[in-house]
Each structure stands twice: as C-alpha cells, then as structure tokens.
C-alpha cells in the first residue's frame, strides 16, 4: 500500500443498514472491545465493529435521555427522566438511582468514571430570580453507584450548563462557559485546578464548539465558532501553554471533535452551506484530511470503532462504517 497516498484513498467504506425505531441520537464504543452502540429516542442497539450481530439491547417506555458504556464493556448506564439506570451489557436491569434530593433536582449530562464505580453528572437546581421566578442553575455532581449518595463536586453554580470534557486520570475536565476557563475537578478532594489557557482571553468574539481530551491525555483539541460562518481548531499540549496545531476555516463543527483511541487522529464534521465533510487530523501533520463519507448529513453522529481502525457515524436511520488499519498505525 502506497503511504503517500492520503488517508481518504486507503480507506474502504463497508455500508450498514440498520432497522431501528428513529432516528440515531447517540454512537458509543468502548475501547479495546468490538460492540458498538447505538440510541434512538427510546431503544438501545448493539452490534460488532464489522457489521454483524445487530440487536436490541434494551427498550425504555419513558425515553432514553443519554447513555454511557463501561470500559471494561460489562455495564450499560442510561439517564431517563431524572433517574440513572444501570444494566448489565445483555440490557437486564440491575437498579435505579434517582437524582432529585437536596443537592440538585435533575440531570442534563453525566459521564461514567474510568473505574465504573462512580457518575460524575451536571445537576440542574433552581433559585429565585427577579420577580421572585425561579431561574435555572448548575452544578457538577458525583454519584457514588455502590452508596447511592450524591455529594457536589464543584464548589458552587454555574449560570450555564458546564460543559464535561473527558477523563485525566481521575479529574474530569470541564469547560466552565461563565468564565471562559477550562478547569480540571479533582474526583478525590473536590479541588479545582485551571489549565494553563483560556478560550475568552484569546478568542474573545467566538463561542467555544467543542473541547476533547486525548485518551493519553497529553493533549486537549478545541474548536472555536464565530459569527460569521469561520470556524478554528486548536490543539494543545494539556499541561502546558504551548500551540502544537492551528487551523482556521469556513463552515463549523457540527459534532464534537474526537480523537482516536491511540491519540494519533481527531476526527470532525465541518459544515459549509449545508456540505458536511468528515475531517481527520493527523496530530503530527499540518492539515486534515478530508474523508469521502457519503450520506453525510447535518445532524450526523459520529464515533470511532473501540480498536480505533475506524469511525462509525449516522444519517437519520442508517449507520455507515469507514475502516482502515491505517488510522490504527502511530
């Protein structure tokens, strides 16, 4: 196989059609495994990383909010409702928790901690605003699954809903839209420890899309939207303020930016007068690389498979798999 090709004539695109309910809101996979899930607005669909074995996981009545999948792949956590609901990977459902209680009265986001054993989730909370009407706050939570206790993790509210970055061993990086800052929360003694830069003091007149930490956890890419169709990608060494990428161009990030599971790629979908392109980084090159991803639409998800050879992403009802062993060479 000729190496100087680019990415986009080494990779085969295998096709999947899938017979779900609705359309796909969500695709995740755990690293390391071949399953692959998939959500609609009330079902839970599993099938391997080469097309086979399509099932339903699991049905809930009352709607599946989000969903999240254990590294080690044996659990399944979805959030319907205001209640956190785990099950084993078969779909049987082992319990329960609800969130309402003194510290916040729902859920709008949660991930699952690298352990399995704890949740860490934004809990939204109210307080009277003017006029005596209440006005929505938010608050980073933890939820011990074995003890059933919700103990606060940031130490006050937010006005807007925080953003949940992803894992740096057990601090979980948040994106705190008040202040423009990216912050690390410390899951053992509730510490907050800013990184070394800011969003708001750099880019003043644009709103942050999408932030994402490697699985290494060496870097954090970022992309900032303005006004005007313009859209930036950052990527930065984690522990330092030093700028190892930066790309500026037109259209915007339509879902958040993910990197591979060897932290070699971060992949995205740009959308320019309703054109979404799918778009791989090389970390260590100077530009992406645009995939030919057909049926590409602008409220695609997208995924990379668990031994990171390749992405998953939807259109409406049907799923599409993009695989190279390429993407999986560091």
């Known amino acids: 196989m000729d190496e ?11 096709k ?19 399953q692959v ?3 609609t607005s009330a079902n839970l669909y599993c099938f391997k990383d080469d097309g086979s074995d399509l099932h339903n996981v699991l049905a809930s009545p009352i709607g599946l909010e989000q969903f999240a999948v254990s590294t080690s792949g044996k659990q399944l956590i979805y959030l319907s409702k205001g209640e956190f609901h785990l099950c084993s990977k078969e ?14 009265l729902d ?8 352990s399995e054993e704890k949740i860490v989730f934004v809990g939204e909370s109210a307080e009277p605003g003017p006029g005596g009407a209440e006005i ?12 059933e206790k919700t103990s606060p993790l940031s130490k006050g509210f937010y006005s807007t809903i925080p953003k949940l970055m992803g894992w740096r061993g057990e601090d979980v990086l948040i994106l705190n839209e008040d202040s423009g800052d990216f912050l690390l929360l410390s899951t053992k003694n509730h510490s907050e420890q800013p990184l070394t830069f800011s969003y708001s003091s750099i880019h003043k007149d644009g709103i942050v899309e999408s932030v994402a930490v ?13 006004p005007i169709d313009r859209v930036q990608i950052f990527i930065k060494e984690t522990w330092k303020n ?8 037109e259209g915007g990030v339509r879902q958040a930016l993910l990197w591979s599971p060897n932290s070699q790629w971060v992949s995205y979908i740009n959308s320019w007068f309703s054109s979404p392109t799918l778009y791989l980084i090389p970390v260590t090159s100077e530009k992406p690389e645009a995939l030919e991803a057909s049926s590409l639409g602008l409220d695609s998800k997208l995924a990379w498979l668990p031994k990171g050879d390749g992405l998953a992403y939807s259109d409406g009802k049907m799923l599409y798999i993009l695989k190279s062993q390429e993407l999986m060479a560091k």
Do not use: W
Request: proline share 6%.
């Open 107 to 114: 859920a709008v986001d949660f991930s699952l901690f690298p």
């Open 214 to 226: 490697s699985q290494d956890g060496k870097h954090v890419a970022f992309s900032v939207a303005y």
């Open 91 to 104: 779909g049987k459902a082992i319990k329960s928790i609800p969130v309402e209680g003194e510290i916040v």
């Open 37 to 39: 899930y998939v959500s």
């Open 136 to 147: 929505p706050v938010y608050r980073i939570c933890l939820l011990d699954l074995k003890t």
């Open 16 to 34: 999947l059609s899938l017979e779900v309910d609705s359309e796909i809101n969500q695709i995740e996979s755990p690293a390391g495994g071949d």
């Open 242 to 249: 030093r700028m190892i990428y930066e790309l500026e161009g």
């Open 4 to 14: 100087n090709k680019p990415i986009s004539e080494r990779i085969s695109l295998q």
